[in-house]
């Protein structure tokens, strides 16, 4: 909601110059284009093989992310190429749409590991600041705005990257594992609520569940079609998702990804849910708890070993408390990192 006591970000935020980048390794420095895509793949699998191996960025993520509408790869994407042609570094700065309390500048990309420690690093987030800075300043939203890096705790060379670039540890995020050997507790909601299979046919009533549930969760928007088809599609996995339903009325949403592809570096095979939301006029009512029943039961019964999740520590609807009502326990931590304007 625009808060009329703010200013315009435009009026808030001056637009700085471009910055341009320099280092005596990199030969080129240039935007992306959809022909980079494997090149662009490589180096975030690089990245994440070393950062956290236990979850990877897919080709079909890279694309998709290449791909926004919103993301004008010519100014809001950056390579650093050597002199032999390798990609060693990948800059993004990501505007989502949908705005209602909020506008963010997502920081996304890295180095190369091999390329690591060599001050590359700095001048890549150094120019994504200022992209950043360009965009808000672009903006007529009178809303905060929020440049915004994430760092695995696991990688503690990008935490000091982005704290030196004025970024603030603002969030703490546990990774959750449920051990599928365990027993699953027998809940159920209170009232008549039906829990069925996700079906594409109630996806926009799906999109706007979760979109009205979120709205209290930190730093949360409400998500473009094209993010919505994004979380829907890939390694989505149908038949591991459920919905809530009263009546007619989606009330509670529970998405899931299985994504062979992390299994090597989980140690185990394994569901990941995405998302679970209850929209606000049927909490209270045991539906959370019901439909991760569901999603265990379901795992399981695919022969799959555990379920992982991601929960913001400081969630306002006691979801932490939830998971771990329901036999997950924490086993990493990624941290959300925030230069406020």
């Known amino acids: 909601m625009t808060d009329d006591t703010l200013p315009p970000l435009r009026e808030r935020v001056s637009a700085p110059p471009s910055h341009r980048p320099q280092h005596p390794e990199i030969a080129e420095w240039r935007p992306a284009t959809m022909g980079d895509v494997d090149a662009v793949h490589a180096v975030f699998h690089a990245i994440d093989t070393e950062d956290h191996p236990n979850y990877l960025t897919n080709r079909e993520q890279v694309e998709e992310e290449l791909g926004y509408s919103f993301i004008d790869l010519e100014r809001d994407s950056l390579l650093a190429v050597t002199a032999d042609g390798r990609v060693a570094a990948v800059g993004i700065v ?18 190369h590991p ?5 001050g590359i690093g700095r001048e890549l987030l150094a120019w994504q600041r200022a992209r950043g800075e360009q965009k808000l300043a672009a903006s007529e939203k009178r809303l905060p705005g929020w440049l915004v890096g994430y760092a695995d705790v696991r990688a503690p060379g990008r935490q000091r990257l982005l704290e030196a670039g004025g970024f603030e540890v603002v969030r703490y995020f546990q990774t959750m594992e449920r051990d599928l050997a365990e027993p699953i507790p027998e809940v159920s909601a209170v ?29 949360s928007q409400p998500l473009s079609d094209e993010q919505f088809a994004g979380l829907t599609s890939g390694t989505f996995d149908a038949s591991l998702s459920f919905v809530a339903m009263v009546d007619d009325v989606v009330a509670g949403v529970l998405l899931t990804d299985v994504a062979e592809e992390d299994w090597a570096g989980q140690g185990f095979t394994g569901s990941y849910v995405s998302t679970v939301a209850v929209t606000r006029p049927y909490r209270g009512r045991r539906i959370a708890p019901t439909l991760l029943r569901a999603v265990l039961e379901a ?43």
């Open 114 to 118: 091999e390329f690591r420690g060599r």
């Open 299 to 341: 795992s399981k019964a695919r022969g799959l070993e555990k379920v992982v999740l991601d929960v913001d520590a400081e969630n306002p609807t006691g979801a932490l408390g939830l998971y771990t009502g329901m036999g997950f326990v924490t086993s990493q931590q990624e941290l959300g990192l925030v230069r406020a304007y």
């Open 191 to 219: 009232g008549v609520v039906r829990i069925e299979p996700y079906r594409a046919e109630l996806s926009a009533a799906v999109h706007a569940a979760r979109d009205d549930a979120f709205r209290d969760h930190w730093g």
């Open 94 to 111: 990501m505007e989502p749409p949908r705005q209602e309390t909020l506008v963010r500048e997502f920081m996304n990309g890295g180095v």
